[in-house]
């Protein structure tokens, strides 16, 4: 990276409030970098999970599998500036419910819970800004909730495009039928039109 | 309400953090206290939205049209100790997409959106408290999320009557159906039995 350019999580947390250089070189110090290969699994279900990731670069995929439907269920995609983790389970200290498989060749920057709320307490901003995303996050996750409950299968697809154009390409079509609750021959269909 | 009883909101902070007397009445001065009759609504459709609800007594249904489908689904429904709102109108700015009515006579305590982040930034507190709340809404928005890709509608009642035995006397079976996403007879059949 170029002395020049700004990093991108001071970006993302510069969007909710500014902060000086010395205080992102604060917040930065508690992060660790972690390098996953294409196919690699950042998290697996059944661990405990102490950590929270922010994406550097690549795209990653949370799933869960149902034994007894004998189905696999995609849950979320994170692609660069997104925050991820089993939230469920870094929250409440139970083992992961799903498993975070890497899409391409993943960095990820990633902090313990310990450090994340040693941080909050030390800096109002960063409690702040957790708040402001989580808000976001929320928001995002009730508006595909709602999508769930009104919308076809075309019409969540087109959502779908609308809200996140630059991940179409980048995630194989089984996945996003399987992430909208629709069958991978609705998604081929409405690619052709 | 009895001196010596704890207040519910003060409760409801403190399985998150202690505070002081002194803490809890500063808190409560930013508050005012809002009564609504059986019927009635706390946010219409299209208003902006300035207030978050904190749930003294009574239920509430949040609701959402869907003039094209000529049909009304219900989002969620809250009961005391909850906060509620029209998060995505509360956060962004935009005119509510829901409306959310009273089904029993209630009494809220309301904060401004002004409030709320002065309180914030003024006491870490309150700040971490909402931050922990916010994470806790998210998680069960995913349970419920995750419920609706994988379960069928028996076991979503199923669900929801483990989850909240304290809801299933007070909300008409229409709404849970509606809430549910499945039709008024799968509850009334699944309810004989």
Known sequence: MELSTVHPLRKHIEAVTKLTDEEFEYILSHFTEKKIKKHGD????????????????????TYFND?????????????????????????????AKMTIECLEPCVLLSISKENREKLGREMWKYEHY??????????????????????????????F???????????????????LGVSRETISRLYRQ
């Open 161 to 179: 495009l609308e809200q996140y154009p630059h991940l179409a390409n980048r995630i194989p079509k089984t996945y996003i039928a399987s992430y």
């Open 67 to 95: 034994p007894d439907a004998g189905k696999e269920y995609t849950y979320q995609f994170a692609v660069e500036d997104w925050w991820l983790t089993d939230r469920e389970a870094f929250l409440n200290g139970t083992p």
């Open 42 to 61: 950042l998290i697996r279900e059944g661990e405990y999970i102490n950590h929270e990731y922010y994406v550097l670069q690549g795209c990653l995929r």
């Open 130 to 159: 957790l708040n402001v995303k989580s808000n976001i996050g929320y928001v995002a996750l009730q508006k595909r909730m709602l999508g769930m409950i009104t919308k076809n299968a075309k019409e969540r697809y087109e959502t």
